[in-house]
Each structure stands twice: as structure tokens, then as C-alpha cells.
């Protein structure tokens, strides 16, 4: 390998975890495509994340509201505050970690180490994106407002959590879990039992998921010192995943259970979890491409139990007309 290569810097200012040939690269007008990368719009993997707690809580709430499917007009700000929000999560995390990203072969490439942006841009970038965020935000009730507003101190303690703890990837999950929350004050003005049992399903599924992620990282971390789950469980990541997937299912199927979800709801509640089964299964921690494999394949895992709340809410209007 080439030095240039192996400090991933590579053509064009392309990102080294990026899939080749996506569409920033494809179609972004040259000039913005820095900032696309800050965004993360090229690795859209993170933002569904971000958006399955909120459109399950979206469909939860639609079960549970007699309704035939959620809100339209809530599952796309939905949808758009996912992208926002996890482009100003990316570029915020990348503005605190940009000595980090430096030292690691995989982060050497983004906008701020690699020198395609600036420290002072990408907090400009920053504040344009909070902007549109607090606009989607807006939209909704003021219960919502609220709570949706009070997210934003986990996400500000997030990049600094892998620096004092092992477990950054529960952090992580208050973070990207909120939308559980989210989801449900849009559709009735308050918390209950069902989206809060949601909110730590969801937490439990994040600290599986990213944890396969951190794997990729984990040598790299260990030479200068970031903690993760990766490293705390080593040798013993299969389980702990295989534990942390099972209790998103437990308590998935509790809030189903609150809120008297039907089969269809359980049905992909189940095919939920024989997605987390097979990660589990087929992990290899030594492989990062496998690591990097698996993680992306939580896009698809979460569409099953939102498939099956959809089914659930849609049957349950037509049988009672």
C-alpha cells in the first residue's frame, strides 16, 4: 500500500469508510461536497438509525391510538430532523474528535483532518443545520418541542463519553434512541409506559449495533486511548451482543404488549429478532469488512418491526371498520 493511501487520503478527497461511488461523490457539486461528507449524506447508514426509533414509536402509537397508520405528516419531519440531526451530531462529533480521527487509518480522511474543511466552517455548517433542525422541530407540540429539545444535552456528551468511559455506545443510545420518545409525544402530548420501554429497547439495540461498529476501530483505539464497548468486552463480544440484541426484543415486545399489539406486530418483532440472531451468529471481530457488513445491515433489521406495527394498526381498521 501506498503511503498517500495508507494515510487515507485518497482521490478527489473521497472518505476511506465510504461506500465507493456513492452519490456525494457521483452528483454533489464539487464545493460541497466536504460538507456532504461532514454530514455523513454519504453513508446514510447513520441517519436510519436515527429515524427507526422515531418511526417505530410513530407506528406504536398508531396501534395504540386505534389509528390506521401514523401521522404522514409526522413520519416525513421525522424522517428529515433523522438526516439533519445526525449531519450536526457527525459534524459536531468531528470537530471535538479531529486530533483523534487523525491518528486512526479508517477517520484520517474526513473533511476536518484531511484539511477540506475548516474548524471555523464546520461550526458555521453546524449552526446552519441546528437551524433547520429547530424548524422541524417546531412543527410539532409543545410537548414534543420539549422533549425533543432535551436531547440535545445527551448528544452534546456524547463525543466526550469515549474519553471517560468504556461504555460510549450506551451514550450513544440515549442519544439515538430518543426519537422512542419523540415519536409518541407527537402523536399525544405526553410519556407513557409503552414509548419508554421503547426508549431502552432501542438503547439496548444501539449498544449491539455499535458495538459490531466499534470493532473496526479497535486497535487503533487501544494505541491512543479511546474506550469503547469494543474494547471492554474483547473476547467476549459475541455474548454481550447476543445479551444486548435480546433485551431489545424482551422489551420491544413489552411495549407491544402495553399497548395490545396483534400478530402482525409480533411477527416482525420476530423477524426483528432473527436479524439480531444471525449478526450474532455470523460476527467475526478479526474481519472489519464483516463488522462494517453487519452494522449497515441494521438499516433492514429495523424495517421489521415497523412493517409489522404498520400491518398491525392497518388490519386492526379495517376488522372495526
Given at each position: 500500500m501506498n503511503d498517500q493511501a495508507d494515510h487515507g487520503t485518497v482521490n478527489h478527497g473521497t472518505v476511506a469508510d465510504a461506500a465507493p461511488g456513492n452519490w456525494v461523490d457521483r452528483y454533489m457539486p464539487r464545493?460541497?461536497?466536504?460538507?456532504?461528507r461532514l454530514a455523513r449524506l454519504d453513508r446514510p447508514i447513520g441517519w436510519w438509525l436515527l429515524l427507526w426509533p422515531c418511526w417505530w414509536s410513530a407506528a406504536l402509537a398508531?396501534?395504540?391510538?386505534?389509528?390506521?397508520?401514523?401521522?404522514?405528516?409526522?413520519?416525513?419531519l421525522f424522517l428529515v430532523g433523522a438526516v439533519t440531526m445526525r449531519g450536526a451530531g457527525c459534524t459536531y462529533n468531528d470537530i471535538l474528535d479531529r486530533d483523534f480521527d487523525a491518528r486512526v487509518r479508517r477517520t484520517r480522511s474526513r473533511p476536518i483532518p484531511?484539511?477540506?474543511?475548516?474548524?471555523?466552517a464546520a461550526w458555521v455548517f453546524l449552526a446552519l443545520q441546528l437551524v433547520v433542525g429547530l424548524v422541524v422541530l417546531l412543527q410539532f407540540n409543545t410537548a414534543t418541542i420539549l422533549t425533543g429539545a432535551a436531547s440535545l444535552v445527551v448528544v452534546a456528551a456524547y463525543p466526550l463519553a469515549k474519553r471517560v468511559t468504556d461504555w460510549p455506545q450506551l451514550v450513544l443510545g440515549f442519544a439515538f434512541s430518543w426519537g422512542a420518545l419523540v415519536g409518541w409525544t407527537a402523536a399525544f402530548g405526553r410519556l407513557d409506559v409503552a414509548p419508554v420501554l421503547l426508549y431502552v429497547a432501542a438503547i439496548a439495540w444501539t449498544i449491539g449495533y455499535d458495538t459490531i461498529y466499534a470493532h473496526q476501530d479497535r486497535e487503533d483505539d487501544e494505541?491512543?486511548?479511546?474506550?469503547?464497548?469494543?474494547?471492554?468486552?474483547?473476547?467476549?463480544t459475541r455474548p454481550a451482543i447476543a445479551i444486548a440484541?435480546?433485551?431489545?426484543?424482551?422489551?420491544?415486545?413489552?411495549?407491544f404488549v402495553v399497548v395490545d399489539a396483534g400478530l402482525f406486530a409480533f411477527a416482525g418483532l420476530a423477524a426483528f429478532a432473527g436479524h439480531c440472531a444471525?449478526?450474532?451468529?455470523?460476527?467475526?471481530?478479526?474481519?472489519?469488512?464483516?463488522?462494517?457488513?453487519?452494522?449497515?445491515?441494521?438499516?433492514?433489521?429495523?424495517?421489521?418491526?415497523?412493517?409489522?406495527?404498520?400491518?398491525?394498526?392497518?388490519?386492526?381498521?379495517?376488522?372495526?371498520?
Open positions: 464545493p460541497l461536497r466536504p460538507y456532504a398508531a396501534v395504540a391510538g386505534g389509528e390506521p397508520w401514523p401521522n404522514p405528516w409526522h413520519i416525513v484531511s484539511g477540506q474543511v475548516t474548524v471555523f494505541i491512543i486511548g479511546v474506550r469503547s464497548t469494543a474494547r471492554l468486552f474483547g473476547g467476549r440484541f435480546a433485551l431489545a426484543v424482551v422489551l420491544m415486545g413489552a411495549a444471525w449478526q450474532v451468529a455470523t460476527l467475526d471481530t478479526a474481519d472489519p469488512d464483516r463488522c462494517l457488513m453487519l452494522f449497515r445491515s441494521n438499516r433492514v433489521a429495523g424495517w421489521l418491526p415497523f412493517i409489522g406495527l404498520l400491518a398491525d394498526s392497518g388490519l386492526a381498521a379495517l376488522i372495526h371498520g
